[in-house]
């Protein structure tokens, strides 16, 4: 096979049977990965690991449990002997007021999109600390920088999961472990379904006026954990069609 630029590096990306997790998940196994899709949907991961075929495989994961996390970190190191890159991409959305959000809801959301990372990272670190290096990529979103109206819970975790990303990599910088958050506004994946009335509004409002394609975050994760960005941690890169770089002046 052609060398490319993730021949023999292992990837584990949860959230991977769906929107920009699968299209990461293809991306990466196109430039020579191996790749640990996981996720709650056991169909669609399932399917998406056999359309890939050699390279891929796929784990059923819940990512609000600690347990299921390590061992899916365990998994990618006992098939392939190491652990290059994590994704830790799987999230929900919730659209609720604060009056009317359930504690249920609040910390469901907090389960999956805030523990869920902080469970992933806890468990890469001793591997890729061992091995002496390795790149994690956290899905935080364009609402931890800014807010959304109504998602304070989905707010108020992508927020966190940027400055979880900020301590991971300072804490891990000089073992050569670079710790990264992409924020991306609105992507064309199945979790705004509940939100598709808003779509044409949401549209109108950001600068490039279009919402991205999956593949757009995708190319933007498989940089930040590629050696090109070997000088690149701490950050949280938005990708939202220049949404965040507005006040909200009427053009
Ligand atoms: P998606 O719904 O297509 O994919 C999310 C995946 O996460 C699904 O396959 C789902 O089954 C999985 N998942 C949910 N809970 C899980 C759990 N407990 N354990 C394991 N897997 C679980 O949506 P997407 O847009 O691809 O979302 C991926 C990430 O991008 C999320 O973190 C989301 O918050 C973030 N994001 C999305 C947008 C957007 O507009 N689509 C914008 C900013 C950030």
């Not at 979790?191 to 409002?205: K, P, Q, T």
């Not at 940089?223 to 070997?230: I, K, R, V, Y």
Request: proline letters at 4%; a neutral charge; one cysteine or more.
């Amino acid at each position: 096979m052609t060398a490319t630029r993730f021949s023999g590096r292992v990837a584990v990306i949860t959230g991977g049977a769906s929107g920009i997790g699968a299209a990461l998940a293809r991306r990466l196994h196109g430039e020579g990965a191996q790749v640990l899709i996981a996720d709650l949907n056991e169909a669609q991961g399932q399917a998406l690991a056999g359309e890939l075929g050699e390279r891929a495989r796929f784990q059923a994961t819940d990512v609000a449990s600690q347990a299921s996390v390590e061992a899916l970190v365990a998994t990618a190191v006992r098939t392939w002997g190491r652990l290059d890159m994590l994704f830790n991409n799987a999230g929900v959305g919730n659209l609720s007021r604060i009056e009317a959000l359930a504690p249920a809801d609040w910390q469901r959301v907090m389960a999956i999109n805030l523990d869920g990372v902080f469970f992933g990272i806890r468990a890469a670190l001793p591997v890729m600390q061992a091995q002496g290096g390795g790149a994690i990529v956290n899905t935080a979103s364009a609402s931890g920088l800014a807010a959304d109206f109504g998602f304070a819970a989905y707010n108020a975790a992508k927020a966190a999961v940027i400055n979880l990303t900020r301590t991971a990599a300072l804490d891990n910088a000089a073992r050569g472990i670079r710790v990264n958050a992409v924020c991306p506004g609105p992507v064309d994946t199945p979790i705004l379904a509940g939100v598709s009335a808003l779509r044409g509004d949401w549209e109108a409002r950001v600068p490039m006026q279009r919402f991205a394609r999956p593949e757009e975050i995708a190319a933007v994760m498989a940089f930040l954990a590629s050696d090109e960005a070997s000088y690149l941690t701490g950050a949280a890169i938005p990708v939202d069609g220049g949404l965040t770089a507005h006040t909200g002046q009427p053009n």
